[in-house]
């Protein structure tokens, strides 16, 4: 099975970098996605991670480390419109067509 | 538009009376999914369909049920619905399993059991 953990809270301020935590237990891996969910709407995506290293798009920025289990969404410039839930999300590299879903960050972007 | 769509968006039904989620994709994706979410518990799967009658668990299939008879559709059906299935819920695509790591989702319905 698979387990990740990421906070459930972080609040900045506009302008500001933040950075939200995703570790991972998982018995097998392929990959670690992100996705934003704004209250009462869809999630959607935004980032993903295959190898060791930083992905850029522009104002956010993801990164994986396979040998410590771990990986984070960078945020910068925050803006309000960045308040929402982000979400880590997990493929099974035994079963391509599982996923795990971590419990979700809620950002919220103070002025 | 490029989508996928979920009806109905908002259903309240009384234990045990059988209701269908539909879910549709216009992209010609092969993979599908079904998720439920629950407050502080983010999304958790249902099942999944990596192409036409292929179909699989997920993490909770408990009390569902899915079918995959076309590409583009992949309904939800609770046979018996009951109080703790009550959630939000929401459909998914990706281009294949092997893109399933980046998923279009649905708007969402939101179902009360009573």
């Known amino acids: 099975g698979q387990s990740l953990e990421q906070p459930s809270e972080v609040t900045a301020v506009e302008g500001a970098i933040v950075q939200i935590n995703c570790t991972y237990q998982?018995?097998?891996?392929?990959?670690l996605s992100w996705y934003q969910q704004h209250d009462g709407g869809a999630p959607t995506f935004l980032s993903y991670?295959?190898?060791?290293g930083l992905e850029e798009t522009g104002r956010f920025s993801s990164f994986l480390s396979r040998s410590d289990s771990y990986g984070y969404l960078l945020l910068q410039e925050l803006q309000m419109k960045d308040s929402a839930s982000y979400f880590c999300?997990?493929?099974?590299?035994?079963?391509?067509?599982?996923?795990?879903f971590g419990d979700g960050t809620t950002l919220t972007v103070k002025p | 538009e490029a989508q996928v769509t979920q009806n109905p968006r908002y259903l309240i039904t009384v234990t045990g009376k059988k209701l269908t989620v539909t879910c549709s994709q216009n992209?010609?994706?092969?993979?599908m999914s079904w998720y439920r979410q629950d407050p502080g518990l983010g999304l958790r799967q249902i099942y999944y369909?990596?192409?036409?009658?292929?179909?699989d668990k997920g993490d909770v299939p408990e009390g569902y049920k899915v079918s995959r008879k076309e590409k583009r559709n992949f309904p939800l059906i609770l046979e018996s619905p009951s109080p703790n299935q009550t959630s939000l819920y929401f459909c998914?695509?990706?281009?294949?399993?092997?893109?399933?790591?980046?998923?279009?989702f649905g708007p969402g319905t939101r179902l009360t059991v009573t």
């Open positions: 998914a695509s990706s281009l294949s399993s092997g893109t399933s790591y980046e998923q279009y």
């Open positions: 998982t018995s097998g891996f392929y990959g």
């Open positions: 991670n295959g190898l060791d």
């Open positions: 999300a997990v493929r099974e590299d035994t079963n391509a067509g599982k996923s795990t």
């Open positions: 992209m010609n994706h092969e993979y």
């Open positions: 369909s990596m192409n036409v009658e292929v179909t």
